[in-house]
C-alpha cells in the first residue's frame, strides 16, 4: 500500500514537473513574462510568509530589501562592470546586515507597532532611494542591466529566464521548508501561539525573530537582484512602500503557513491583475473588491480553503463508506 | 482643335485629375488594419498623464483613418493600461509586440516603463514612440526609441530663457525631489550660462502636503523670480500663503488642468513654458484643438497633443515604409524631421526627440485661466 502511493506521489511530481517544463513554450511570451514575475513574487512573498505565517510578525519592509537587492546588482553590473554574481552577493550581505541590525531593536516591538515598524523602515527607504541619486539614479533610476548569462547562454527571454528563476524560488522554498521543519520551526511555533510559554522553555525570542527576520531579508535581495537583470532597469518606482503592501498580499491571499499557498498567492497577484485589465479602467477597483473577498471569505487563505475543501470530501468519502 | 482650346482642355483634365486625388485621400480607410500598440497609465499614480494621452491617441486613430488610413488602410490603436507600473508595462509589450503583433510601440507615459519596455523594443528593433522626455544615458543607445515630450535639460533651459525675459538674475527654486530633482541637476549647469545666480533651493518630498518652510527659505533669500518644478499643487499654494510677491515661472510638468483647479487662487500670474495653450492655440494647432473640444468637450493640454503627434509620426513613417515593411525600415522612415502639434522635432536628432526651444510657448495664469503670452525664444 506504501510503495503505490510512493508511486502515486512520484507520478504526480514526474506530471507537474513536466507541466513545469513545457509551459514556457505553450505559453504566449507575455504570459511567459507573468510566470517569471510568479517566481520572482514567490521568492519575495517566501520571506514574508515565513514572519507572518510562524512568527506572526507583519513585515511592510520587504519593498526595502527588494530594492537593495535590485539596486546592488544595478550599481555592481553597470557602474562597475562586474560580473552578475557580484550584484547578488552584495545585495544580500547588505540586506542581511540591515535586516540584523535594524531588526535587533524593532522586533522588541510587537502586533500593529511592529508592523507600523517595518512601515517606517520601508518609507525611510523608499525616501533614500530618491534622495541618493548618486548611487540609485533617484526618478531616472539606473537602465542598461545586462541579461544573465549562464556560460555563454544568454537568459534574454522570458522562456529562458522562467527555468532560472523558478530553480531559484524551488530552492529558497526547500530552504523554508526545511527552517519551518527544523527544531527552529517548532520553535517558531511555539512563539507564535504562546511567546509567554515559548520564553519559559529557554526559547531565545529576539534571536529567533531576528534569524527569520534576516532569512526573509535574504529572499527580498535575491528576489530584487533577479527583478534587476530581468527588467534591465530600475527605478524608485519599483521600490514604494505599496510594493511592500503587495508582497504582504502574497502569503494573505495563499495562506500564510504554507509554502505551496505562496506561489498561489503569487499567482494570484501577478495574474489577476492582468486579467482583469480587460474590462477597462475598473480593473483596480475589481482587483480591490477580489482581494476584500478573499481575506473575509478565506481568512486562511486560498490554501487553507482548498485544504478545509479537502477534508469535507475525505470526511464526507468516510462518511459514506 | 487650337492650342488654347487643347490648354484649356489639358487644365480642366488636371483640375478634375486633382480632385479625385484629393477625393481619394478623404475617403474612409478600409481593408485589413494594421495594428499600432500603445501603452499609457490611465490608473494609479500616472494617471493624469495617461488618460489625456489615451484620449489623444484614439482621437488620432479616428483622425488618420477618416482621411484614409495608411494607403487605404486602417490603423487599430490597441492600447494597454499598465497601471503605472513597469514591471505591468514590460508584459503589456511583450504581449503586443509578441501576442497581436503591432508594427509599433506609442508609449508609456511614465520614464521607468519607458526604459523597461524599451529593453525590448530595442533588443526586437521594434519602433517605439515614448510620452517622455528621454532618460537615462542607457536610452541614446536606443536609436528606435523616439520621444515625443523634450529632454529636462530643454525645460530647464525654457525657465532660463522666461527668467532672462524678464531680466531676473536672482533666482529662487522650489522642487520636488522627484521630477523637480531631474530638472534641477540639469539647471545648475545652465544657470551660469544665462548668468542666473540661483540664490536658494529647496527640495521637499514627493506627495509632500505642506511646503511652507521651502518656501519661506526661498522668499527670505530674496530672489528676483522663483521657480517651482513639482507634478503637484501644493508648493503653488505655500507660496501665495507666505506672500512671495516675485514672479514665478512653473516647469511643464505643473501644467494640468488637474493641478491649477487645486492650486485653487494661487493660480495667478504664473508662467509657464509649455507647447499647447488650449484657449489660444497657434494657427498649427488650430485644427487639433478643435477637433479634440469638438470630440469631448474639453480644452486638451500638452499631453493629449504629445499623443496625437506620436500617432501621427508612426502613421507617416508607415506612409513613407508601407504598411508591410521590415522594423528596420519603419525605423529609419521615423528617423526624419515633422512638425507636430506639440513641435516641430527632429528624430534623427542625438536625443531622439529634437525639440528646439523655438517650439515653446509661454503661458500665463491669470485668474485661474490659461493665456498664452507673445514671448517665444528664436529658433
Not at chain 1, 506530471?15 to 511570451?29: D, H
Not at chain 2, 500603445?38 to 490608473?43: G, N
Not at chain 2, 540661483?198 to 522668499?219: C, M, N, P, S, Y
Amino acid at each position: 500500500m506504501a510503495s503505490l502511493n510512493l508511486q502515486r506521489n512520484l507520478l504526480w511530481i514526474a506530471v507537474a514537473l513536466a507541466v513545469w517544463a513545457a509551459l514556457p513554450f505553450l505559453v504566449p511570451r507575455n504570459i511567459a513574462d507573468l510566470l517569471v514575475f510568479t517566481g520572482i513574487y514567490t521568492i519575495a512573498g517566501l520571506g514574508i510568509g515565513l514572519l507572518l505565517g510562524h512568527c506572526g510578525i507583519v513585515n511592510l519592509a520587504q519593498a526595502t530589501f527588494y530594492g537593495l537587492g535590485a539596486y546592488a546588482s544595478a550599481y555592481c553590473t553597470v557602474m562597475m562592470g562586474w560580473p552578475s554574481i557580484t550584484g547578488f552577493l552584495v545585495g544580500a550581505v547588505i540586506s542581511m546586515a540591515l535586516a540584523y541590525v535594524i531588526g535587533r531593536p524593532i522586533l522588541r516591538l510587537t502586533g500593529y507597532f511592529l508592523a507600523l515598524g517595518t512601515l517606517a523602515l520601508s518609507a525611510i527607504a523608499s525616501a533614500l532611494f530618491f534622495e541618493w541619486d548618486w548611487l540609485t539614479g533617484g526618478t531616472l533610476g539606473i537602465g542598461g542591466i545586462p541579461k544573465l548569462d549562464l556560460l555563454g547562454f544568454v537568459l534574454d527571454r522570458p522562456s529562458r529566464y522562467y527555468f532560472f528563476v523558478w530553480i531559484v524560488a524551488f530552492a529558497c522554498m526547500w530552504a523554508a521548508h526545511n527552517l519551518v521543519d527544523s527544531r527552529s520551526g517548532l520553535m517558531l511555533r511555539a512563539m507564535r501561539d504562546s511567546s509567554t510559554a515559548a520564553a519559559a522553555l529557554s526559547v531565545d525570542l529576539q534571536s529567533l525573530r531576528t534569524r527569520v527576520f534576516v532569512v526573509c531579508a535574504l529572499f527580498g535581495s535575491l528576489a530584487g537582484s533577479l527583478f534587476a537583470h530581468h527588467v534591465s532597469f530600475v527605478s524608485t518606482q519599483s521600490f514604494t512602500v505599496d510594493r511592500s503592501i503587495t508582497f504582504l498580499l502574497i502569503p494573505v491571499i495563499g495562506g500564510a503557513t504554507s509554502i505551496p499557498g505562496i506561489v498561489v498567492g503569487a499567482l494570484f497577484i501577478t495574474f489577476l491583475p492582468e486579467l482583469l485589465s480587460k474590462l477597462g479602467d475598473v480593473h483596480q477597483i475589481l482587483f480591490g473588491l477580489a482581494l476584500v473577498a478573499v481575506v473575509v471569505l478565506m481568512p486562511d487563505g486560498l490554501m487553507g480553503a482548498w485544504d478545509r475543501f479537502r477534508a469535507r470530501l475525505v470526511a464526507r468519502g468516510g462518511s459514506d463508506a | 482643335m487650337s492650342l488654347s482650346k487643347i490648354a484649356r482642355f489639358a487644365t480642366a483634365l488636371a483640375g478634375l485629375t486633382a480632385l479625385a486625388v484629393g477625393a481619394q485621400a478623404q475617403t474612409p480607410a478600409a481593408g485589413e488594419p494594421i495594428k499600432i500598440g500603445a501603452i499609457v497609465s490611465a490608473t494609479g499614480a500616472g494617471a493624469g498623464l495617461g488618460i489625456p494621452e489615451r484620449n489623444g491617441l484614439l482621437l488620432a486613430e479616428k483622425d488618420i483613418n477618416a482621411k484614409g488610413g495608411i494607403k487605404g488602410r486602417p490603423i487599430k490603436m490597441i492600447i494597454e493600461d499598465d497601471a503605472s507600473n513597469p514591471d505591468t508595462a514590460l508584459s503589456k509589450a511583450n504581449e503586443l509586440i509578441f501576442g497581436q503583433k503591432v508594427v509599433a510601440l506609442l508609449g508609456p507615459s511614465l520614464t521607468a516603463s519607458t526604459v523597461a519596455v524599451g529593453g525590448v523594443t530595442h533588443a526586437n528593433k521594434v519602433p517605439q514612440i515614448a510620452f517622455t522626455g528621454i532618460g537615462p544615458a542607457v536610452e541614446r543607445e536606443r536609436k528606435c526609441v523616439a520621444h515625443v515630450l523634450p529632454p529636462q535639460r530643454l525645460n530647464a533651459q525654457a525657465l532660463l530663457e522666461y527668467a532672462k525675459s524678464i531680466r531676473a538674475t536672482k533666482v529662487g527654486v522650489l522642487h520636488d525631489a522627484g521630477y523637480g530633482n531631474v530638472v534641477m541637476a540639469e539647471l545648475r549647469p545652465l544657470a551660469d550660462k544665462y548668468g542666473v545666480k540661483l540664490v536658494a533651493v529647496e527640495k521637499f518630498e514627493i506627495g509632500a502636503t505642506d511646503t511652507t518652510t521651502q518656501a519661506a527659505k526661498v522668499k527670505a533669500a530674496q530672489p528676483e523670480a522663483v521657480f517651482v518644478i513639482a507634478t503637484s499643487a501644493t508648493p503653488f499654494r505655500n507660496v501665495k500663503q507666505i506672500q512671495i510677491t516675485q514672479p514665478v515661472i512653473a516647469a511643464i510638468g505643473s501644467s494640468s488642468y488637474e493641478y491649477v483647479n487645486a492650486m485653487g487662487t494661487a493660480a495667478d500670474n504664473i508662467a509657464i513654458p509649455e507647447f499647447v495653450v488650449g484657449e489660444d492655440p497657434l494657427p498649427h494647432q488650430k485644427a487639433f484643438v478643435d477637433l479634440y473640444k469638438q470630440a469631448y468637450n474639453s480644452t486638451p493640454k500638452n499631453y493629449e497633443a504629445a499623443a496625437w503627434d506620436a500617432a501621427h509620426i508612426i502613421a507617416s513613417a508607415l506612409n513613407k515604409a508601407g504598411a508591410d515593411a521590415t522594423n528596420e525600415k519603419l525605423c529609419e522612415a521615423m528617423k526624419a524631421p515633422y512638425s507636430g502639434v506639440l513641435a516641430n522635432y527632429d528624430f534623427s536628432a542625438d536625443d531622439m526627440t529634437g525639440i528646439p526651444i523655438g517650439s515653446f510657448v509661454f503661458s500665463k495664469l491669470v485668474g485661474g485661466k490659461y493665456t498664452r503670452t507673445p514671448f517665444r525664444v528664436s529658433q
